[in-house]
């Protein structure tokens, strides 16, 4: 039977002052420090209540409340008076979107398919006495937002607590189990790479995020049970999408596929989405149509996450805006800030961290090598950090912190390609002019040399250098014409090789289906010091 609100709020001010409360067929006490209703089954047409098994009772969770409203939106310094007064007024007519709290998507539901009869049931890891507290507020947490409810599945995965950086334990499920097991899910996920050639030309910029993404999207209740997991308060199973599930992204990217977001001129990577336009009156349109369609579907917007009217902005960790992107100064000063390593595994986070930036640093892979040498196989697991290795490491932070950018994929101006080899690996610069015809860096690549290769003669390398970089930037090069800067060696020894081995008819054979002009260049210019003049400017 269901309580008007007034009524509601007095029983459940009776219940904060410690007392539990029966009225009307419902009785209202608290779980832990929750308190609930409990329906007991008002026979219809009767005011008796009808006996009911205590287990059958269902709990309504009091909703959480919400932190967070429109106020909250962050806007650009640099937006004039009435712009602002502009953008704030869409703002506030979606207000109701504007939420911390979680929605519920009605356009997927996720899905788990697994093995007809099979079940998972993994034993719970020991949980430390201190961190039980970490659970039970987790669990009411989860409770209050309406995203687990009680459960009594035959599966169970594990709760797994993770000490995070600042000290505090983040909580999380160990699908591993579960995930073995669950068919595959194909569904693409963006191309970060198309993304950012999206946002050539576009001068202003608000990007959104949704409230706890991946809690807006219902689990298929029939596979509820299978996202069962144990704490010391009970079994719960899972009513919107855990994070930990190997389909997941699959989901929230046929989600976001659904929403078709590309009519607002939006771009969006899971649950970070960007609204990018060249003009403000087009912006305010269009993202007042996506908010529209957000709502639409049952989903909210986390208000402090909101970054609106800027003409460059963070996404998907670089600065982009004004034609070309930048590293983020914070992510560079953090590399810039790691102690010297002293076991392969912080030598392997070393170079997974600075690789992150490797698209604004030159020949990447040769400068590195030091560090990779590292972290091979036969390297004892703590390292000895050579002057080679400081050197590499130390070039890599003088190219970041000299704050380089590269420019966004502009493709109605030609491509030029230029490519350099070394003895220990090849690398490679797509670039394009500015409108005083100077060529800037639009993209770098590199890797290091297979042993094989490193055999082959200077010119040779040359040749797979050049190959290799047309190969790279296929997506960008396919299909229009360009200009490859050269000495002319490697393309004439190719030219003039096409029948001395197999290696050289494929690497000649590979650029037929290309258009290109070739821009001599006199002798042998230092690919990495030409290339670093034009990336700060």
């Not at 490679?428 to 290091?448: F, N």
């Not at 010119?459 to 360009?482: I, N, P, Q, T």
């Amino acid at each position: 039977m269901q309580k008007d609100d007034k009524t509601l709020h007095d029983l459940f001010e009776k219940v904060g002052q410690g007392k539990s409360e029966e009225s009307s067929g419902c009785v209202v006490s608290f779980v832990g420090q929750n308190p609930v209703v409990a329906t007991l089954g008002v026979i219809s047409g009767s005011s008796a209540v009808e006996e009911v098994d205590i287990q059958k009772v269902k709990l309504q969770s009091v909703p959480t409340v919400q932190t967070e409203n429109v106020d909250d939106v962050v806007y650009s310094p640099d937006l004039s008076m009435q712009a602002k007064q502009k953008v704030q007024a869409v703002f506030q007519k979606h207000q109701d979107k504007m939420t911390d709290l979680p929605g519920t998507c009605d356009l997927v539901q996720h899905m788990v398919r697994i093995p007809e009869g099979a079940v998972v049931n993994v034993k719970q890891y020991p949980l430390p006495f201190e961190s039980q507290e970490v659970v039970e507020e987790e669990v009411k947490k989860m409770l209050d937002l309406d995203v687990i409810e009680p459960s009594i599945s035959p599966f169970s995965s594990p709760i797994v607590l993770v000490k995070k950086k600042d000290g505090s334990t983040r909580f999380c499920i160990d699908f591993r189990h579960l995930n073995k097991i669950t068919e595959f899910d194909a569904e693409p996920i963006p191309d970060p790479e198309v993304l950012f050639a999206s946002l050539q030309g576009k001068q202003h910029f608000t990007k959104i995020d949704l409230a706890k993404g991946y809690w807006q999207i219902p689990m298929a209740e029939s596979d509820r049970a299978k996202t069962a997991f144990r704490t010391p308060q009970g079994l719960y199973q899972f009513k919107k999408m855990p994070f930990g599930m190997s389909t997941a992204p699959s989901t929230f990217a046929r989600m976001m596929k659904m929403l078709d977001l590309d009519r607002f001129k939006s771009v969006h990577f899971f649950d970070d989405v960007l609204v990018a336009t060249e003009d403000w009156c087009e912006h305010l349109e269009a993202l007042d149509g996506l908010l529209t369609e957000l709502g639409k579907h049952g989903l909210t917007v986390r208000p402090s996450k909101v970054e609106a009217g800027f003409d460059s902005i963070e996404f998907l960790g670089h600065i982009v805006g004004e034609g070309s992107m930048r590293p983020v100064p914070s992510k560079v000063s953090k590399i810039l800030n790691v102690s010297v390593p002293t076991t392969k595994k912080q030598v392997r986070s070393l170079v997974g961290l600075i690789s992150f930036y490797r698209r604004y640093v030159p020949s990447f892979a040769s400068i590195v090598s030091p560090l990779v040498e590292l972290t091979k196989k036969n390297q004892p697991n703590k390292v000895r950090w050579s002057k080679e290795c400081q050197m590499a490491f130390d070039r890599v932070k003088e190219i970041l912190s000299s704050e380089p950018l590269v420019r966004l994929p502009d493709f109605s101006r030609p491509f030029t390609v230029r490519s350099d080899a070394s003895s220990t690996g090849i690398g490679a610069a797509l670039m394009q002019p500015d409108d005083d015809d100077v060529l800037h860096p639009v993209l770098y690549a590199s890797r290091k040399l297979l042993e094989r290769e490193t055999r082959y003669s200077t010119v040779e390398r040359e040749c797979l250098a050049l190959v290799w970089a047309v190969d790279k930037f296929h997506r960008y090069l396919f299909g229009s014409h360009f200009f490859v800067e050269t000495d002319h060696r490697p393309l004439t020894y190719l030219r003039q090789s096409k029948t001395a081995n197999g290696r050289l008819l494929r690497w000649a054979l590979s650029l037929q289906e290309y258009s290109f002009t070739v821009v001599p260049i006199p002798g042998v210019r230092n690919f990495e010091a030409d290339v670093l003049s034009r990336l700060t400017k």
